[in-house]
């Protein structure tokens, strides 16, 4: 019987979860379109965004680029088919493996960096001075981070795509003898627009998702300093969570026009 009430109250527990985080999001979308707009807090916010994850992101891409390679050459070597290796990695990264990789590399990151942010303005009591002082808190912390994870996160995969193709041909540059201008060349002559627009499209959801969970984890923390480390810990995690439940719908909506 006791395990059957932990389960009602952690089913219960999630539902409000979802419930009190798709009110942020209204709340969000509200207050994105209502004026006063702070755009020098939202550049101020891509530009931190941005130059906290570049380097991240390019090292990743890079080393991804590299495995990838090396651990997909020997097969198709055994069938044959190493003159595919091109097509093969252009498409796995650009398609899914680039934006999935660079979005849980930036959850870490971004999300987490909210969380911590957000949760100490809280405990120290700043949102409440600016309350006070009649400044829209929400407005300016909370729309102007999310606002900037959206708009940066597709540029930073962009960056980890391309520096992960180039770790690729360095590979068959160096293994295969492949020149850098036929090896991109190949790449290029196998992707094709429904390759790059549903993953384009898809990062913004992401990064959309990284700034919300990090955003509502740090806005929502309870007082104490403990509650800064357990609001970047759990918006790392959900906002893991919810990547991967969007790479999905994302994937299954794309196949959808594919078979249209």
């Not at 979308?29 to 130059?51: M, T």
């Not at 090396?70 to 493996?97: C, D, H, K, Y």
């Amino acid at each position: 019987m006791e395990v059957d009430f932990n389960m009602v109250q952690r089913t219960k527990q999630f539902f409000e979860e979802i419930g009190d985080l798709s009110h942020f999001a209204a709340r969000f979308f509200k207050q994105a379109v209502n004026s006063p707009f702070e755009f020098k807090e939202l550049l101020r916010q891509c530009y931190q965004v941005g130059n906290r994850s570049l380097l991240l992101v390019v090292t990743t891409g890079f080393i991804i680029g590299l495995v990838l390679t090396l651990q997909t050459r020997p097969t198709l070597i055994e069938f044959g088919a190493v003159s595919w290796m091109p097509n093969m990695v252009g498409i796995s990264i650009v398609r899914e493996v680039g934006p999935v990789i660079t979005a849980l590399i930036c959850s870490g990151k971004i999300a987490s960096g909210f969380g911590a942010e957000l949760g100490s303005m809280k405990v120290t009591e700043q949102i409440d001075a600016m309350e006070v002082s009649g400044t829209n808190p929400f407005k300016y912390l909370v729309v102007t981070r999310i606002l900037a994870a959206t708009l940066m996160l597709p540029l930073l995969v962009i960056f980890g795509d391309l520096i992960a193709l180039y770790g690729s041909s360095l590979v068959e540059f160096f293994k295969g003898n492949v020149s850098f201008r036929l090896y991109f060349n190949k790449v290029f002559e196998a992707l094709s627009f429904g390759d790059l627009i549903p993953a384009t499209i898809k990062s913004f959801f992401f990064g959309f998702v990284i700034g919300l969970t990090g955003c509502y984890k740090g806005y929502k923390t309870g007082r104490g300093t403990a509650g800064v480390g357990i609001a970047a810990n759990t918006a790392v995690v959900m906002a893991s969570l919810l990547l991967f439940v969007v790479d999905f719908i994302a994937v299954f909506v794309s196949d959808i026009f594919y078979e249209l």
